[in-house]
Structures are given as C-alpha cells and as structure tokens.
C-alpha cells in the first residue's frame, strides 16, 4: 500500500512523518493478559503526568497545532490520542472494544500520537491520501455518526474519508473478524525516531497478543 501526504497538509506540516503497520492478526474479544499491561502502564503513567502536563507532550501539541492550522478547533474535536491520555489521567478506565484496539490505544498513550487502526481488507484500492477535510464531506465515525471533518486531517481511500485524528470511519473499523490490520501512527511532531518506535511498539504488542509475526512496517 501507499501512502501519499497531500501539499495542502505539508503546507501546514511540513515536519509531517509518519508510520505504517500492516499485519495479519487473530483478534480476539479480550485479552486478560494485555490488560494486567496496561493497568499497569496506566499505574506509572499517573505518576508522571497531569491532565494540563499533557498538552506540552510534543505529539500531542502538535496534533493540535495542526487542527488549528487546518481550521479545526482540537479542543471541541479532540484528538484521539489526547482524549485516551486525558481520560486515564482523570482516573477513569480505558473503553474496552477487542485485543487488537485495545493495545493500538495503549501505544497511542504510550507515545501520545492519534493511530488509526483500520481493518485494511475493508481500504478500497492501494493507495490512501492525506488530506483536509470538507465542508459537507460525508463520514461516519465509529461510535459518533456522522461527524463534521471540515478543516480535519484525513486519510482518504478511493472512496472517501477512512481515518482522522479524532475518529476512525465505521466503513473500515477493527472487529473481531479482522485478519489484516492497517495501523497508521500520525507524526504531526516530525520526530521520525519516536513515530518508528511507535510503530515497533505495535509490532511487539501484536506479537505478544494476535499471533501475528508483527508484519510490517512502511514509512512516509
């Protein structure tokens, strides 16, 4: 697969940098085993940052910094990334969907970049582009309904809008039937190293929880 980041996006990002994880998985409902992982991540995460600490993460500043510069208001329309980070810091539990989002989400906190997991046998054609978001451009995100994405980054397949910081599109979501995972980690920060440990760190996970070999990983 390719992927392409349009000008109107270098424009405003010309650090942009980016990573891609496809894999063949196993996914399953629940993995008790990656939540003992997690609650204990989340056990040490608390320990270093507060909900008004996080907005200085590099990756989550610049997630906003680009909404801002595509005219999107990141505080009224969260990134993905932040919203996980902030919710564990105010002491609630992480949403628990299936292994293969779940442990996507706990390197989103980890590392603080928005991911879009995407069931990639549901991405039509082979190319996605990166793009922003118009007026009236239809998209459904998962969990929301339909969700305004003007002045949005967003992934586009050859249909249409498929993933954006803030939310996922239902036509490509992870189920439990998912045997091929798109997994693209958004490095708005332009820290190439931290966007390919992300990556890695997903591979690991997926090693350890969807018998998977991790796949592999394309860089844009």
């Known amino acids: ?7 109107e996006i270098r424009q405003r990002c010309p650090q942009m940098t980016g990573a891609a994880v496809v894999a063949s998985v196993k996914n399953t409902d629940s993995d008790a085993a990656l939540w ?6 989340i056990e040490e995460y608390r320990t ?8 200085q993460m590099p990756s989550i500043e610049a997630t906003r910094e ?12 969260r990134p993905s990334g932040e919203a ?3 919710r564990t810091l105010k002491g609630n539990d992480l949403y628990r969907v299936n292994t293969v989002v779940d442990l996507i989400n706990l390197a989103s906190i980890a590392y603080g ?3 879009s997991g995407l069931d990639a046998d549901l991405v039509s054609g082979d190319t996605l582009e990166l793009g922003i978001g118009r007026e009236g451009e239809p998209y459904e995100g998962i969990g929301r309904g339909p969700l305004n994405i003007a002045g949005m980054p967003v ?18 979501k992870l189920s439990l039937s998912t045997t091929r995972l798109l997994c693209i980690v958004n490095g708005y920060d332009g820290n190439k190293e931290n966007t390919i440990a992300c990556a890695e760190y997903i591979q690991e996970l997926l090693k350890k929880y969807t018998s998977s070999d991790g796949g ?3 860089l844009f």
């Open 1 to 7: 697969m390719e992927f392409k980041v349009c000008e």
């Open 36 to 41: 003992k992982e997690i609650d204990g991540f």
């Open 48 to 55: 270093r940052y507060t909900p008004d600490s996080i907005k």
């Open 66 to 77: 680009v909404y801002k510069r595509c005219g999107k208001d990141p505080s009224r329309y």
């Open 84 to 86: 996980l980070v902030r």
């Open 113 to 115: 970049y928005s991911i």
């Open 155 to 172: 992934w586009r397949d050859e249909i249409g809008g498929i993933a954006t910081p803030t939310s996922d599109n239902e036509r490509t």
């Open 216 to 218: 592999d990983i394309v």
